[in-house]
Nanobody
Framework: VQLQASGGGLVQAGGSLRLSCAAS????????MGWFRQAPGKEREFVAR????????HYADSVEGRFTISRDNAKNTMYLQMNSLKPEDTALYYC?????????????WGQGTLVTVSS
């Protein structure tokens, strides 16, 4: 599966953005999907993940209650709605796919989309 992330940009603290991850190839609904991010000078970290049909989702403590992950299997697309953004959310955001929701690391990765939150 090939992944293309989009939707990043510059936003003020307290604002919102929605990231999208479009998947090509077959059997999108058989992949668990996840969002990860890497801030400058830091290691990549987990943000959120969602199961095959969206029934299960998990979030990092740092984004719980502010971010919402979702997917539309008919459109082969996953989303990350980010609200109440903080400067510490600034990072390159990657989408990823794997057969297992708890895989570490995920097998397939997109190219990343940059989110910058100004204070």
């Amino acid at each position: 599966v090939q992944l293309q992330a989009s939707g990043g940009g510059l936003v003020q603290a307290g604002g919102s953005l929605r990231l999208s991850c479009a998947a090509s190839g077959s059997s999108f609904s058989t992949y668990a999907m996840g969002w990860f991010r890497q801030a400058p000078g830091k290691e990549r970290e987990f943000v959120a993940r969602i199961g095959w049909f969206g029934a299960r989702s998990h979030y990092a403590d740092s984004v719980e209650g502010r971010f919402t992950i979702s997917r539309d299997n008919a459109k082969n697309t996953m989303y990350l709605q980010m609200n109440s953004l903080k400067p510490e959310d600034t990072a390159l955001y990657y989408c990823a796919a794997d057969r297992s929701i708890f895989a570490d690391p995920y097998e397939y990765w997109g190219q990343g989309t940059l989110v910058t939150v100004s204070s």
